[in-house]
């Protein structure tokens, strides 16, 4: 089984293409159901934000799972293949699991640090569960990803003076204006990205707010909140005319502001600047409205130098992060490694419990004059040799499974002690961890991750399981094997 991420995101493709690939709320579990259906594909989850969509699957093969998560994207976007295959990157296994880890700890963001993206994945992992997309591998990553993303806003100074899109979004409308005490601002939508930007808004003196959104009781709550007044979407003409500036947040599939509207009322307004800002993905605002005079247009793409003056703060935190990611993909490919060969000591075990009870039957047999109590002894004596056998050998297979020809140790250790029918092929197989591979667009600029994470060979074998014993609780296999 391969860890498999595929996905586009902000520094590979541009907005106009990356709305094409986002997929809505109502429409996500549905999303996974479909993948989990196809070809190759053992578990899934998809994190769609509006500046990334990434599939992570766990599959059994890798051209099937490849293929499956190609044509899902296809469906979701109404695109070719071919026509968007540039803007993807892959990546599998220990690549898979750092790309994440940095996207969780925001060192992926647009705004390196930002916090927003761990409720995200955090959301987008519980999304998956619930229609029981996820399973042993997938929990086990994202529930450490998840970990590592809280440890990383509590340990370190990277998302201090918090930059998130929203937060931009407002910088952006400050660097226009000296001031935004004396400011209309028109904010569009009433869901969590519009309540972070009046939150900033708020914070840098803007008194006047308007509020636009298509449930007007949602509108008038967060209004109330902020000491702004609420308009429902039909009154969207009306609020127009008394802004300055229109921040806009919406799942909208369809333009909100349209070119024949604002042109209409940018002659009521004595042609007035109104200043746009469209953080949606999908886009909310049409971008030719940078046509009618006096109209500028910023989008989500236009963020990414507004908040330059954080950028050296949190580069020095991100060393910091990086090696907090290092140490935690450590610990996760020796829990994938160990896992890999759990079916291999089960079946070990089994068959050395199974000669010990024959010796115990053709003991009982030949020795019938054996008393209760000199049974037990007998019981405990052989299991106890049983034990100690097998001690080394199964310390030893863990350790090799952990070394970069662990594939093919592993499969002569099954071998030796007869073990191969729980090798589903003749071949050497390839362990998590033991290959790493990440395929991109070169010309878009994606960083490729690193070919290897660097596990301490030095660090003793209790070391090792004490580690992972601490970020994950639940590896029961591993515990019980402890008392081998």
């Known amino acids: ?43 899934a989850t998809i994190v769609s934000t509006c500046n990334r969509t ?40 220990k690549a898979a699991v750092l790309h994440l880890y940095h996207v969780v700890t925001g060192l992926d963001s ?52 918090a930059v998130s899109v929203s937060y931009a979004a407002v910088s952006l409308a400050k660097k226009v204006f000296d001031s935004l005490a004396n400011k209309t601002v028109l904010v569009i939508g009433a869901g969590k990205m519009s309540d972070l930007t009046l939150t900033n808004l708020a914070a840098q003196g803007v008194s006047k707010i308007l509020v636009v959104n298509r449930t007007l009781e949602r509108a008038e709550e967060m209004a109330r909140k902020f000491g702004g007044r609420a308009f429902s979407m039909e009154q ?27 042109n209409d009322l940018m002659r009521q307004r004595k042609h007035r600047p109104l200043f746009c800002i469209d953080i949606a993905v999908p886009r909310n605002i049409d971008p030719n409205l940078e046509r009618i005079g006096n109209v500028y247009v910023y989008d989500i793409d236009d963020l990414q130098g507004v908040v330059a003056a954080n950028v050296a703060i949190r580069k ?22 160990e896992q890999a060969v ?39 004596h ?43 092929d003749e071949e050497p197989q390839r362990l998590p961890g033991t290959e790493i591979e990440i395929e991109t667009n070169e010309s878009q600029g994606q960083v490729v ?14 070391e090792k399981r004490d580690a992972l014993a601490r970020e994950w609780n639940g590896v029961n296999a591993i515990v019980a094997l402890s008392a081998l």
């Not at 070919?451 to 301490?456: P, S, T």
Request: hydrophobic residues 45%; charged residues 20%.
């Open 382 to 424: 052989t299991m106890s040799i049983v034990n100690q056998m097998l001690r080394e050998p199964i310390s030893q297979v863990k350790e090799m499974a952990m070394e970069p020809s662990g594939g093919e140790a592993v499969l002569a250790f099954a071998r030796i002690f007869g073990l191969t029918e729980a090798v589903r």
């Open 449 to 462: 991750a690193t070919n290897e994470i660097g596990i301490d060979k030095s660090s003793s074998r209790v």
């Open 54 to 93: 990434e599939v992570y699957v766990v599959t059994s093969d890798r051209a099937k799972g490849e293929q499956s998560v190609r044509l899902l994207l296809s469906h979701i976007s109404g695109l070719s293949i071919a026509s968007f295959k540039p803007y993807l990157y892959t990546a599998f296994d």
């Open 342 to 380: 759990v079916p291999l000591i089960a079946d070990l075990r089994k068959k050395a419990v199974e000669v010990q009870e024959r010796v115990m039957e053709s003991l009982l047999n030949k020795l019938p004059e054996l008393d209760e109590r000199e049974v037990k002894v007998l019981q405990k």
């Open 236 to 262: 969207i003409s009306s609020a127009l005319m008394q802004s300055d500036i229109v921040i806009s947040s919406t799942g909208a599939k369809n333009y909100v502001l349209t070119y024949s509207m604002i």
């Open 316 to 337: 020095q935190e991100s060393i910091r992060v990086e090696k907090m990611i290092d140490e935690e993909a450590c610990v996760f490919e020796i829990w994938r490694s």
């Open 1 to 43: 089984m391969q860890i498999l991420l595929m996905g586009l995101n902000y520094r590979t493709a541009p907005v106009e293409i990356r709305e094409q690939f986002s997929i809505a709320e109502s429409a996500l579990e549905q999303t996974l159901s479909d993948l989990t259906a196809m070809p190759g594909i053992a578990e």
């Open 110 to 161: 647009m705004v390196v640090g930002e916090t927003q993206i761990l409720g995200q994945v955090r959301h987008a992992y519980l999304s998956a569960q619930s229609v029981f997309a996820t399973n042993t591998v997938l929990n086990h990553l994202f529930r450490s990803a998840v970990s590592l993303g809280k440890r990383v806003q509590t340990e370190t100074a990277i998302g201090q003076s």
